[in-house]
T-cell receptor, first 116, second 111 residues
Framework: NAGVMQNPRHLVRRRGQEARLRCSPMKGHSHVYWYRQLPEEGLKFMVYLQKENIIDESGMPKERFSAEFPKEGPSILRIQQVVRGDSAAYFC??????????????FGPGTRLTVL | EDKVVQSPLSLVVHEGDTVTLNCSYEVTNFRSLLWYKQEKKAPTFLFMLTSSGIEKKSGRLSSILDKKELFSILNITATQTGDSAIYLCALSGAGSYQLTFGKGTKLSVIP
């Protein structure tokens, strides 16, 4: 009964390096969402993906950030040339296909990114 | 732009007390309102409410949605130290599946 899995749980990067965060949705879930939680802030939506498709990336910064959810394998959130302001907890959530507008999202444990 | 405001931001109670957490919102087209409990790790799903006046119950937790006045409350009765957490309210608007979160209410239950 595995829930949403994320790895790594903690990631330390130096400014200018790349960060790759992985998310495996719950079994049977085909929809993946990424959220960012900055210190003292609420969770902020970044991107919503289905298999091989980006559905909504309205919350994603225009530069340095990208996301994918390939046909096989986990969803990946990629941050290039990280800066200190990217330090945050990044949460992935998954849901089954919506029925009657219901889309309960179930969250993974998050990846805490620290940029030195 | 959808908006969620939670109050209070933090709350300290003694075991056995009853607490009420508040969530007010603004939305163009309402789809659903969700409550989550966040301890040190993943936000854990508690409730989804889609219709006004419907009370959801799960053990000592219950929640009500008022779509006319645009708010929801989360009640916890007979609180226990294990209820200590941040409680998050989130809004889903029609036309989008992203959730808009409030900043949360940090509940501390002391013995």
């Amino acid at each position: 009964n595995a829930g949403v899995m994320q790895n790594p749980r903690h990631l330390v990067r130096r400014r200018g390096q790349e960060a790759r965060l992985r998310c495996s949705p719950m079994k049977g879930h085909s929809h993946v969402y990424w959220y960012r939680q900055l210190p003292e802030e609420g969770l902020k939506f970044m991107v919503y993906l289905q298999k091989e498709n980006i559905i909504d990336e309205s919350g994603m910064p225009k530069e340095r950030f990208s996301a994918e959810f390939p046909k096989e394998g986990p969803s990946i959130l990629r941050i290039q040339q990280v800066v200190r302001g990217d330090s945050a907890a990044y949460f992935c959530a998954s849901s089954p296909p919506a029925v009657n507008g219901r889309n309960e999202q179930f969250f993974g444990p998050g990846t805490r990114l620290t940029v030195l | 732009e959808d908006k969620v405001v939670q109050s209070p931001l933090s709350l300290v109670v003694h075991e056995g007390d009853t607490v009420t957490l508040n969530c007010s919102y603004e939305v163009t087209n309402f789809r659903s309102l969700l409550w989550y409990k966040q301890e040190k790790k993943a936000p854990t799903f508690l409730f989804m409410l889609t219709s006004s006046g419907i009370e959801k119950k799960s053990g000592r937790l219950s929640s009500i949605l008022d779509k006319k006045e645009l708010f929801s409350i989360l009640n916890i009765t007979a609180t226990q130290t294990g209820d200590s957490a941040i409680y998050l309210c989130a809004l889903s608007g029609a036309g989008s599946y992203q959730l808009t979160f409030g900043k949360g209410t940090k509940l501390s239950v002391i013995p």
